[in-house]
């Protein structure tokens, strides 16, 4: 089969998480709404006082480079939600996944609770799961050194392989978040600890595991071009009457209406489709100490993470 996950048990076990499906709808759709307004707020401004402040450019000219300056912004704006969505939502939401996809039940909580908790329990604080995710994801693009030169000297295929690492690097955004499922799933207090366990335990499963989250990245590439093209004309008639370059907001409306829904189904399927992969083939794994210590040799992120890892260890051992 070209993946190795069950689709429709993906689905279900998503469906069955509906309350943190409607919390994402929420949390992402007014981080969307407010890139959109935040865009087309500067392209208003440019263009009705651009002309104003130099005759060289038209309305048009000036509301397009409100836009070009507001996305910037925008987007700055936006990132500030993603330490406390990554605590709040998406942490808690893996937390419940987990449970539920290991058959156990949720202590008579409901489900938001359950999940807050569970995130409160491992990570305590928003800055303490944000640092953790920022090492992760730095820690696995390096992992990509492990594959080695392949294909040089073969016509054609040094290209393959190009594309097949850069499908990697945009798979690593779904691998950190089964990193989080292996964090929720282990009986291990210590993240840092089981965050580089579970590094090792990606790399040596890689192959499969890229195989899969490449497929998860051509779904969302798909789902979000079709999203995207359903919306533009609806997006193009609501800002008909709107001063500027109406079709840039339109556009970007859409690509957020996508993004958003992207956020909302496709990565809670992802994350459940990869977790189950993840977990049925590294049931029973141990280690490997060599490919730890080259991980340790090549990626100072990794190394980082033993070292917060010792630390907490220490920190639990003074507390007993």
């Known amino acids: 089969m070209m993946w190795d996950f069950n689709i429709a048990k993906a689905i279900g076990l998503v469906l069955r998480t509906w309350p943190y499906l409607l919390l994402r709808l929420v949390f992402f759709g007014l981080s969307a709404s407010v890139l959109v307004a935040i865009i087309a707020s500067a392209g208003l401004l440019g263009h009705r006082f651009g002309p104003q402040m ?14 070009i300056f507001g996305i910037p912004f925008g987007l700055f704006v936006v990132r500030l939600f993603r330490e406390h969505s990554l605590f709040l939502v998406k942490a808690a939401h893996v937390a419940v996944m987990v449970r539920l996809m290991d058959g156990r039940s949720l202590g008579g909580k ?11 329990e491992k990570f305590s604080q928003p800055s303490v799961l944000f640092s953790l995710d920022q090492l992760i994801n730095c820690a696995l693009k390096r992992t990509r050194s492990c594959l080695g030169q392949m294909g040089g000297a073969v016509p054609g295929v040094g290209m393959l392989v190009g594309l097949a690492r850069s499908m990697a690097e945009i798979s690593v955004s779904f691998i950190d978040e089964i990193i989080l499922a292996h964090n929720m799933r282990t009986r291990k207090h210590n993240a840092w600890d089981s965050s580089a366990d579970a590094i090792v335990l990606y790399t ?3 192959k499969i595991m890229i195989k899969n989250a490449a497929w998860l990245t051509i779904f969302m590439f798909v789902f979000g071009g ?11 008639h609501l800002f008909a009457d709107v001063s500027g370059p109406s079709f840039i ?16 189904v496709l990565e809670p399927f992802a994350i459940a489709a990869l977790s189950e992969v993840f977990f049925k083939v590294t049931d029973g794994q141990n280690i490997e100490p060599e490919l730890e210590l080259k991980l340790d040799r090549i990626s100072e992120q990794f190394g980082l993470l033993r070292d917060r890892a010792a630390e907490k260890s220490t920190k639990i051992l003074q507390q007993m």
Do not use: C, D, H
């Not at 130099?54 to 480079?65: D, K, N, P, V």
């Not at 409901?110 to 409160?120: D, H, T």
């Not at 907001?249 to 909302?264: D, G, K, P, R, T």
């Open 110 to 120: 409901s489900q938001l609770a359950f999940g807050a908790g569970s995130v409160r």
């Open 249 to 264: 907001y339109a556009l970007v409306s859409s690509v957020a209406i996508a993004i958003v829904l992207i956020e909302v």
């Open 54 to 67: 130099t005759s060289s450019l038209t309305a048009m000219q000036s509301g397009l480079l409100g836009v």
């Open 204 to 206: 040596q499963n890689r």
């Open 226 to 236: 079709l999203i995207t093209f359903m919306a533009i004309g609806p997006m193009m």
